[in-house]
């Protein structure tokens, strides 16, 4: 029973409960934007997005804001810089990179380009970038956790700025959901019925970038959009109700971090990807039973176009 | 509704010569009444969807002008007096959604966020999805429809935003002849029982000729532009000749050079 331990041994369960409570806010924000992500098919842009991730890593770096002990947060050494404002520094480059490729894709894909040629060529910019940089800047951060993600990497001020992303982030899609949902069903047309689809299409976006930023630090690059994608695609197996698939894909996304913590705590493996399995298990499960409910149902094949 | 001189080119990047462009339309005069049917009639490539996209404001006109109801298309968008119903359905069909809230979702454009779609909104999509004869279906998943009960919502979802035009993009294509029968009588009865100004653009001729009460032929040029005193046969065999001539271009001319009704410049002597 590691979990018990974990979060309630007053020695050691502040090393805990940041990753916790970060997951569980980052759950509530990808939840229902992973339903869109799935629907409008932006699950690259997603992967586009959180691999620029490494640019401002790499940029991070060469300023010196990573720390002896290997981690995104260990604080600053070189620039004099108090621990919490090198991590809010490598937060707003880390998220600058994300939401500049989000917008450079979008831009983009409006202007000829195609969208998955704009994300293969950003995408791959933006790696070069930060290896390149990460290279001369001769840190000490390990590129593991940089791309798996480590829960000791997460902090209670990353608690904080998790909490105010998925609060704004929600309020903001709540605000923005009509346009984004005509935008998100039917492009060409929404514009002709005046939804302004470039102001719903840029929110999509960046909401993508800052919750990948967000998750970056428990999930790690890699990772970080699994969260932007299997609760939305798992719901969409069980449910035809828009209404439905959100409630679901909430809960999915909450036990899989719930679950995948625990999971991890037990076998003493890396949070992120026990996370991810906790959700792929999810989808499998949930793919088995809308196959065999449609085998139940009827024997015509399904007929959705 | 009003086009006045309209012309409208697409610039050619691959040209060598950058200032060089293709004409899609020119000099375009047309006038169409409030709650008149017009049919616009042209061959693929004759610039009907450009003409479309000038009247919606995703275009804009780079001479000439267009007044819809007083106001210039990107105006007349923005207070949604053009209800739109497309050629081909592009949406994402595999939405999680209704055909009722693929209407509701039109309805509810510009609604502050704060505020939730009320009784009589509700009420007046119901009345659209009843006009249009889609109740049945209302409730269905919107990627459980055919493709005929799609086009029946896509034209609720038009007329949900309570526009005083409607505007439909090749509605026929891909339908039966009996479907068609159908489309042209689903046309009247919007006609009649809404008193819209409607605007159908196709290539194919039985569709503007069984649902409206004007047409025009459209090939670069507006080339024929038919009165409105109703499309007698001697009419329509005109509007035949000049689709012919459209398509065909300088051959029909040569074919018969001494007709009575003075042919109207095919594309190649344009």
Redesign the interface.
Known sequence: MNTFSYLTDPSIRGLYWPGVLTGIAIALLCAPLSVLVVLKRLAFIGQGISHAAFGGVGLAAVLGLFGASGTLAAGAFGAGLSESAAGLLQFVIITAFCVGAAVLVGAMSGRGTRADTAIGIVLVASMALGAVLFHRARANTSWESILFGSILNVGFADVLRAAIIGGAGLLALWWGRRAVLFWAFDEPAALAFGVRTTAAKYLVLTLLAIATVAAMKLAGVVLATALLVLPGATALQLSARLARVMVLSVLVALVGVVGGLVVSFELNAQAGACIVLCLVAQFAAALLAGTLATRAAAPSPGASA | MEYRGVSFAYRNRRAADPGESRLALENVSLRVAAGQRLGILGPNGGGKSTLLKLT?G?LDAHEGEIRIFGRAPREA??E?L?G?V?QR??????????AR??VE??A????P?WRGIDASTREHCRSMIELVDAAAFADA?V??LSGGQLQRIMIARALA?RPRVLLLDEPTVGIDVSGQKRFADLLVRLHDALGLTILVVSHDIRTVASGCDMIACLSRTLHAHVAPEGLTPGVLADVFRHDVAAIFGELHVHAHPADACPLPHGRGSG
């Open positions: 919606l995703l968008r923005r949604r053009v739109y497309p359905v592009e949406a994402e069909l595999s939405f999680p959604i209704t809230q693929v979702m039109s509810t454009v510009g609604l966020a998943p990627g459980r935003a």
